[in-house]
């Protein structure tokens, strides 16, 4: 009976002492494997980037913009006027889709909005909350291009427009901490293919920019070499927006003056002291030479004294914030 | 250590409450915490378990709710273009359209700005004549009342009359125009027989042509007109006076004396912002040596006699008593003067002297409540002194304008009514039903009416006893037209169609005028243009009127003013009527007649003297009160005989004449809607056709007491007490006389011509100078700066009422940095601004001119709107928490009581100051520093900036400011209804970006400034400099010089305007570029009565002010000396 009892009754195996400890383990370590997956599923990363709403009409960006070449202006003719980029009327579709597939099946809502006067409601992509005030006019006019935060929306079709950066406020600040990739020459900002393809007119265009600059026709421009055009571009504002460099030494000199004064191959600069009269008209002459050597020195005078526009001032929580 | 010496002051108290002044323990309380009265306990009204779990359970809810915000996308927006977009818009800019209001018949030219259709943000018109524009000049500052600035809350108010009504009583069902068009189908084809219109003042072009073709359509028909504050006083006085119907347009600017005899001319008035312009560009003659003077005459504290050099405190009754003893004095006999008080023929003499010696440049003015009797001897002093033409003007009325006086328009309209001859009455606008004289018992006759229509655009008093209701339209959705008080035509031009089913009044008395239109929607345009085409403005000239906003050379003609042979005679035979004690009844300051009552902003601003929020009183001076056993809050019943009684609060009112009682209009309503109903008390009930400007009236206290809620102890800067803020007071509002103002800039000329020519002291700074190479301009400005510095330190300005030696005089102790001495800072400033290369190109300041500054209110209001800033109500007001950004310090100034013994002091003899108080954006700001979250940091162009989205809502920020201007949200406002005291109101319960949706009213929210965040529950807030009109401007800039169309980043002065400094009739508020050496705010800054408040700190703030400059007689100089 009791060996029958034996047999019968299921015993564990001793392994199975670690079940319950390796659980344990398990489960600690799933917690922060949980931490990590959460952040990530609600980080805009995630959230937001690729979003595309399907669209009550199926424009194609690719067909209009990469296709046929039309300027972003063309239809969003507010960009570089106001903090807003307008969305098209009916009349901008109607002044070409009148003549152009005017029976298609596709535009039946447009032509139902140009008969009844109402609105063709569209989806909104690129949504900022409330409380973040992003103006176009601010970016267009100041060499930032549209593709730095829509995206190649000249590659993108029929089925809508999605969300190609997480716009989130990292994002923000990460270009706003560092703008100069993102600078681009003032003609170039609607080009959306700028530097992946490069034309001859454009290598000589960014050849008076930095010059010396490596490039080759059909090639791409590298990180580096964005920057180096984004930067060349800041100073050369800086220069104009500060005027004569004169203004940088209007006040007795520290040691780093001295310094840099002395760079600038400038003598009788004094600790404690102001600059002699000579010295300033010297300083004044550089403020707008052009031999390369010395408006190198210049340039780094300007961007190390200078950044405010760069750093300081692009990250006033006022710039986004009111 | 310097003490409080209080018999240095010669004997003056600052203050802003009687509270404050006898240091009574409850102040003291109030003073120990800035959030007063936050009591959580209280908040749980009985803090029942139940109550708690509830609490509970809704804070776990939205935290959890909140915390998921996250979990997905925000909710999904459409975007919905044009079909075909109006030429010349650009989506996301305003646009701006020249139009104008009328209130009570007159127009205020104005300038709506429109955000993609939707009128958000009103502005005065600087092209407009009045405000310095005309043809051919450039201006860019267009001043705009306190009323004009609300008026865009009511544009978007869902308490509107929505829908046609009709019925009797409360029992009316929604209708349609088409049926009311039906049921009066037959009047309007009749002659007019037992017809009657009551109008509010038609003076509008287009007004007066439709009453016309109404009349010879309906010859029987009749019409009326009724303002409950109106001018018939001066229309009947100038009559008396001059045998015909003139209006007077005074220029203050180059006067030498103004004198007012119960009118308050810079607030009060009608065209109030001419008068305020001129007198502000009087007192800025100081500064060249052109010193002005006005006298005030009045009972009780208007905004203007807050400001006047001198001032007399007399019952309603003796106006024209005292105006006689002035008349008699400059040899005009116009009746016996039997002034009984000394200090009155003191006044009455000396005011008669200084009139004399200025004769032809000076401005005596006569209030709107005022008889006839006072106007036409005050308009006979301005003939006698040759004021005519210089500093007055009189403006002859076109014809069909005041036909009648608007106490006979409805003294005749209700005696008809009561005879039965009126069947239908079409009542336009106006509320007779609430504002009508009190014995015509016009809503007895009202129910004598078959047919009573009223088109208003509030459900009304009138309303409830009218057969039909028809809903009117804003002004910014119909058009029409108006005439400003010079007379100059304005055409309203509407914005938006109308939001709600509702006509133009002038739509309506069009449509019963046979004028007929394929679409109604268009009647109203249709007719303006009628009336102009019809005086050949067409084409052209019809479209530079509306661009514009007005029509050239529209203006009243000036009339010559030939004085009337009987006039003297006239005016003798008027007897003025007085009693022990007299009530004044007044437009309120906010509500006006009553009819802003439905304004919650108007509500919530606090009253310019009182202080009141939501509220009237009766304003009883101090040493009455003590003698009558009145206490603040007691309510009495004020009663004029004849059954005419009401019962008010009391609110103890330094300045108030003794045995008088100011009661504002306009309050006490109870058919208002949500808004107004139930606030205040209704001082109508004590208006005859006897009484309508005052009343003998005999009080009688009752056991009941009205809670009052003032704000004048709220956000007090000084929170040690009673003794340092005494002597502290007239340090933060500063006020020098003109005699030693000018003594000290003679001081400073001749001590600088001395220095200058000090040989040895020139020739000391230049040889340091050269030792360290500095440059040759550097060394001028040196020199200048050691003059200065110097003069400064030996000549103090005498501001009134600072003790000599006061600490709060004191310079700030120097301290050295790396070899170099410095004024001692209490914290290092975030940025760099001293050093040209480490700050931005811009530094923004403000000054602000106290001694332009009349404390009108109009800033508020203005910031209010433009910043999407709430109101709370009244509960939460008396828990200190109303949230507007700028606010108005008010203090009384009077004789210190002694032994805290109130009696001593005569109260009706005060004075007042006012501060205007906002963020002062210091650069080395306290706030900053404690803040845990960096919510709320410094920008590199000196604006102390808030980040909401940052903000945890510790309020550490608020308790370390010193200035306290920073406001905190306890709730959500805009979804909160202002007498909501519950603690769940606006409450929502879900995900927090669908609040404004779910929560905030869809009209309301039509109405929201798109540039400006509108703030949840939990954040603190405050002055931004109106950042977004900032950004308006040098993102442009900024643009243009990239691209290369301009070669500077600096900004035209004057093209950033803050919505306060926009709105100020007076220009008190300076803005703009620091860095700029040119601009007016840097000039400002660095005027000798410029200072800053509590320079003790150092905080280095951007806001200045500018030391008031009184200028009383000699005589009062005396008599405040003993």
Redesign the interface.
Known sequence: MADAEKTNVFVFPKWANYIVPLLLLGGMASVPYKILLAGY??SPQT??VN?Q?EQPIPYSHELHVGQLGMDCRYCH??V?????A??????TCMNCHTAIHPESPNLEKLRE??KK????????VH?L???A?F?H??HV???VSCVSCHGRVDKMGGEGVYQAKSLSMGWCLSCHRDPAPNIRP?DQVYNLNWGFNLRPSEIAQIKTIVPGMELSEGGKLTDDQRRAIGEALIVK?ER??RGKLS??F???LSESHVREVTALKITGARE??????DA?KKLDALTFSTKVEERAAVDALLLS??N?RTH??LQ????C?? | MPSVNQESQNGKAYWSSLDELVDAPQFQERLKSEFSDYNPEEIVASPSRRSLLKLMGASMALAGVGGMTGCRRWPERKLAPYTVRPEGHVPGLPSYYATAMELGGVAEPLLAASFDGRPIKIEGNPAHPQNGGGVGKKNKFGPSGLLAQASILSMWDPHRAQKVKSGKGDKKVESSWSKFEEAVKDVAASDGYRFAVLSEAVVSPSMVRMRNVLKAKMPKAQWYEYEPVNQDGEVLGTQMAFGQKLRAKYNIAHAKVVACFDADLLAGYPGAAINSASYAAMRRGVDEGHVGRMYCVDSGFTVTSTNADERLAVKPSQVLTLVRAVAKELGLDVGTAGLEEAAHRKFARKLAEELKANAGACVIAAGMDQSAAVHATVALLNEKLGNIGKTVDYLKLDAGIAPMSHAEGIQQVTAAMNAGDVHSLLILGGNPAYDAPADLEFVEALEKVETPIHVTEYENETSVGCEWVLPRSHYLEAWGDARSWDGTISIVQPLVRPIFESRSALAVVGQFAGETVANHADLGYKIVRKTYSGVGRTGRTWKQALHDGYVVNSGFAKASAKVAQDSAAKIKAVESVGGDIEVSLRADHRVYDGRFGVNGWLQEVPDPLTKLTWDNAARVNINDAMEWGLEQNDVIKVDAGDGRSMNAAVYLMPGQARGTISVALGYGRTQGGYIANGVGFNAYQLRTMKNLGSAVVKIEKTTRTHRLVTTQDHHAIDRVGLRERLDRAAVLSRRITETDYAHHRDEWKKFHDKKLADKDFIDSIKAKAAKVNMPEEKVKKLIEHKIHYEFHHEHHMHFEGVAKHSMYMLHVPMMETEGRKKPLQLFEAPVNFDDPSKSSEYRWGMAVDLNTCIGCNSCVVACQAENNVPIVGKDEVARGREMHWLRIDRYFITDKPKDRDLKTTDFSTAESVHLPVTCSHCETAPCEQVCPVAATTHDSEGLNVMVYNRCIGTRYCSNNCPFKVRRYNYFDWHAKKPKDSSIFAGTHLGFPDEQQEAKVDQVTRLGFNPEVTVRMRGVMEKCTFCLQRIKAHTIPARNEFVSGKTDTLRLEDGLIQPACAQACSTRSIAFGDLNDENSEVSKLQKDMRAYELLPEQNLRSRSKYLARVINPSKDGKKKEAH
Request: net charge positive; proline share 9%; hydrophobic share 30%.
């Open positions: 599923a609600l959230l937001n979003y709403p003719t507010s570089d006027k106001a903090k807003f307008a969305i098209p009327p009916t009349g909005s140009w006067g109402t609105p063709v409601e569209w989806k909104k949504d909350p409330d409380y005030y103006a006019d601010a006019n100041r060499g003032l504002r104009r927006q203004s940088l209007s006040v007795p404690g002291y102001w600059l002699g009269a300033l004294r200078y405010l300081q001032k006033d929580c006022s710039t914030h009111r």
